[in-house]
């Protein structure tokens, strides 16, 4: 595919992308700590799905909710203002709803791009088994390998021992022997009741204390995961995990290969990805929307583009509308900071 004729035209399309994920954050921060995910992702789809209007860009959602949710990014849907460059779209309005109902930390507003037709579609696949690691380890990871020898193959890519390193995992009833296994290999584990796309995320990055992710979470979140992780150049394989017994009954009537392998390449068949995310609570590297001041509300964003390899975390200081006219247009973008690494 000739990138001439895709997302490569539009430089300025991941601080788009970041305005969409800036406006979901902040309307869904008003209800951090509140014990209403419903309506906090409710709030955040509809500031994402206005301020994706405003972009120049021909999307179609290829990760969403099933049709008939109104208030929910659907399955298909057509996004965007319809004159820029065709694209897939992956959404997460909020990714670790659980955790912003309970104020928790590491909860974000996420979206990737990739060209027309390059996302992996996962049909009526629901959950997958994910391992991530950094770019030193990608050629490492093997998921019909047992975590224990998963765990050798990443520390000696690395040059580090088992012991050293950190495994991000779900806390979750599924990861039981997960867990145990991978203690008795000797890896330390850092616990997480939701928000896989932060911890994978974390796994592909250098310097945020972990190594690697390991365990079952959402097949969306999983393709979410995939487009920000071959921009970052690190490595990750998943494969489909049904948990529910209609997920596994759809699936079998479908035909589908449950062990087959999801490559990196697989899951997003383009080099041309462009990821963003904002920090809606407290996070590991993203902090959370702050309201409390009086410069205006301030948000701390990421946006990766695999064609340059660029990495940037973004400040924001949204001044308040004297004349809000509702929901994320209340604040608009005074400021930017950029920190690039290469």
Not at 58 to 72: L, R
Not at 314 to 338: C, E, N, R, W, Y
Request: proline residues 4%; aromatic residues 4%; hydrophobic residues 45%.
């Amino acid at each position: 595919m000739n990138h001439q004729d895709t997302l490569r035209p539009a430089r300025n399309l991941a601080m788009d992308l970041v305005r969409v994920t800036e406006a979901a954050a902040i309307s869904a921060a008003r209800f951090i700590g509140k014990g209403d995910a419903e309506s906090a992702g409710k709030a955040a789809t509809e500031a994402m799905r206005a301020f994706l209007r405003t972009v120049d860009l021909n999307g179609a959602i290829v990760i969403g909710e099933e049709k008939g949710q109104h208030f929910m990014l659907c399955n298909g849907e057509q996004v965007g203002s319809g004159a820029g460059p065709q694209a897939d779209i992956a959404a997460a309005p909020v990714e670790g709803a659980s955790l912003l109902a309970q104020g928790q930390p590491n909860s974000i507003a996420a979206i990737a791009l990739a060209d027309r037709g390059s996302m992996w579609n996962p049909g009526h696949s629901f959950y997958m088994n994910k391992i991530v690691v950094k770019r030193k380890a990608r050629e490492a990871i093997d998921i019909r390998l047992s975590p224990t020898e998963n765990l050798h193959r990443i520390a000696e890519a690395l040059g580090r021992k088992v012991s050293e390193l950190i495994v991000f995992v779900l806390d979750k009833p599924r990861h039981g022997s997960l867990i145990e296994e991978i203690r008795q290999a000797g890896a330390r584990i850092t616990l997480h009741s939701d928000g896989d796309v932060m911890g994978a995320l974390m796994a592909a990055l250098p310097g945020t204390g972990v190594d690697v992710l390991m365990g079952v979470g959402g097949a969306s979140e999983g393709l979410i995961t995939a487009a920000a992780v071959k921009a970052l150049g690190g490595g990750m394989q998943g494969m489909r995990a049904p948990q529910r017994e209609d997920e596994k009954r759809r699936l079998k009537e479908d035909h589908v290969k449950i062990r087959e392998v999801l490559t990196l390449d697989k899951l997003i068949r383009s080099d041309n990805t462009i990821w963003a995310a904002t920090g809606i609570t407290q996070g590991t590297f993203l902090e959370g929307v702050d309201f409390g001041q009086e410069t205006g509300i301030i948000t701390h964003s990421i946006a990766i583009r695999a064609l340059t390899g660029s990495i940037r975390f973004i400040k924001s200081i949204h001044q308040l509308d004297p004349q809000p006219s509702g929901g994320p247009a209340d604040a608009t973008p005074a400021q930017v900071a950029f920190e690039v690494v290469e």
